[in-house]
């Protein structure tokens, strides 16, 4: 048996595609769909009536919250978690159930995909796609995100599934990944096992969803210090970028007081650029677009990423 778990909040807009793409899977073994409402406003619950899956509601305790409660009423030996804006393809459940046939394996990261055509979704998505390239070159991961993971319900429960202490949908996959990696738990990248999603389509909703990532980072980062150094899915690149940027801005500072700082701030600013360059051409090279804006979108990335860092500081931090 199978579980397939949904949390989903406000998601008249998308919540019946997804469960019709779950409903009308390749797989041929037993499954279930379950879906956990987190305190729905709009029509989710209606929608989700009309379909024939399994549907509990809870207060708005927020989607670990929610994928736990999933969990707790999941008859599967392994669990399948995506989201309710997701729309899995055809063979989804079959791609994120073959890895499992080896009995080493515990947990297993699928990938997105999009159709959108907007620039900063074509952005996302190459920034993505980098990523998973990443993932590619090692044998195990350490990340495993929600939006297509697969478990099995013997070590999720045993581990005390996802950290409920984040509110929200920001690290608390990431969190419970790093647990089940640092508990000596194999996981696995599986990039055929594929949902569509739609990305940020403009800069300001991609900028806002990176401040609120950076924000949650350090609730993460307190918990799991030594993954500030290394993890299978972030990339150095980001981190170089982001540490010059603070140095950028401490010279700057230092600047007003003695001018020779300004120098050294230019010279921070001329090594950014340079730093976002190896990006930017492997962008281009799949979607030149993308490539074109990548020099400018990542310095506002590592721009508004710090800015998230000491918010999360000041508030999650002490």
Not at 8 to 32: H, R, T, W
Not at 163 to 184: H, I, M, N, Q, V
Not at 215 to 221: A, E, Q, S
Request: hydrophobic share 45%.
């Amino acid at each position: 048996m199978i579980s397939v778990i949904v949390p989903v909040y406000n998601g008249e807009g998308s919540v019946g595609k997804c469960l019709d793409a779950l409903l009308n899977q390749d797989y041929m073994g037993e499954k279930e769909i379950i879906v956990v409402d987190n305190g729905s406003t709009d029509r989710t619950v209606d929608i989700v009536r009309g379909f024939d899956v399994k549907l509990i509601s809870q207060g708005r305790r927020g989607p670990a919250a929610a994928r736990n409660m999933g969990v707790g009423k999941a008859s599967g030996e392994i669990v399948l978690f995506t989201d309710a804006d997701c729309i899995p393809a055809m063979d989804w459940v079959s791609r994120m159930v073959e890895p499992f046939a080896d009995l080493g394996i515990w947990g297993v990261q699928g990938a997105y995909q999009t159709e959108q055509k907007e620039l900063m979704a074509r952005f996302s998505q190459v920034e993505i796609a980098e990523r998973y390239e990443r993932m590619k070159r090692f044998g195990d991961v350490d990340f495993i995100g929600t939006y297509s993971a697969g478990y099995r319900k013997e070590v999720f429960s045993r581990l005390g599934g996802f950290d409920e202490s984040f509110p929200l949908a920001s690290g608390e996959d990431t969190e419970f990944s790093y647990r089940l990696s640092k508990e000596g738990y194999k996981l696995v990248f599986n990039p055929q096992a594929l949902v569509s999603h739609m990305h940020p389509s403009s800069l300001s909703e991609y900028l806002r969803v990176k401040f609120w990532r950076a924000y949650w980072r350090v609730l993460l980062y307190k918990k799991h210090k030594s993954k500030m150094v290394r993890d299978s899915y972030t990339t150095q690149g980001l981190k170089l970028q982001i540490g010059l940027f603070g140095i950028l801005f401490i010279s700057l500072v230092v600047s007003v007081f003695f001018e020779a700082a300004f120098l050294f701030a230019v010279a921070m600013y001329v090594l950014i650029v340079a730093a976002t360059l190896p990006f930017s051409f492997w962008a281009f090279k799949r979607d030149k677009l993308a490539g074109l804006a990548s020099p400018a979108v990542l310095q506002l990335r590592s721009l508004v990423f710090i800015m998230g860092l000491i918010e999360g500081f000041i508030r999650r931090g002490s």
